[in-house]
């Protein structure tokens, strides 16, 4: 059964940067496109970045995230990362990670998630 771990949440200032991981296991680790989703108070799960599976060739990034999210993988440490500067207020959420067969920005082709860690930018 595949399993993923988040980490690297946390507090910042508006302006900062924080790095998030997510492990996974339990199945080989290039077999997976990955992706971050996040959900802030009272909204609904929004796609924030995916990554292809194997090389990581492909990329996509929701709109709000161009420029300042870059998303990578790790094969060797089955872990993807999700690399945020000039956080803002609004970037405060529930970040989640998410392990599927196919790219997209759609929570429903992925199958596996992590439980999530929260990121809070202060202004």
């Known amino acids: 059964q595949v399993q993923l771990e988040e980490s690297g949440g946390g507090l910042v200032q508006a302006g900062g940067s924080l790095r998030l991981s997510c492990v996974l296991s339990?199945?080989?680790?290039?077999?997976?496109?990955l992706a971050w989703f996040r959900r802030a108070p009272g909204k609904e799960r929004e796609f924030v970045a995916g990554?292809?599976?194997?090389?990581?060739?492909?990329?996509n990034y929701a709109d709000s995230a161009k420029g300042r999210f870059t998303i990578s993988r790790d094969n060797t440490k089955n872990t993807v990362y999700l690399q945020m500067n000039s956080l803002k207020p609004e970037d405060t959420a529930v970040y989640f990670c998410?392990?599927?067969?196919?790219?997209?920005?759609?929570?429903?082709?992925?199958?596996?998630w992590g439980p999530g860690t929260q990121v809070t930018a202060s202004s």
């Open positions: 339990g199945r080989p680790f290039h077999m997976y496109a």
């Open positions: 998410a392990a599927g067969f196919q790219t997209s920005d759609s929570p429903s082709a992925y199958m596996y």
């Open positions: 990554i292809s599976r194997s090389t990581g060739t492909v990329e």
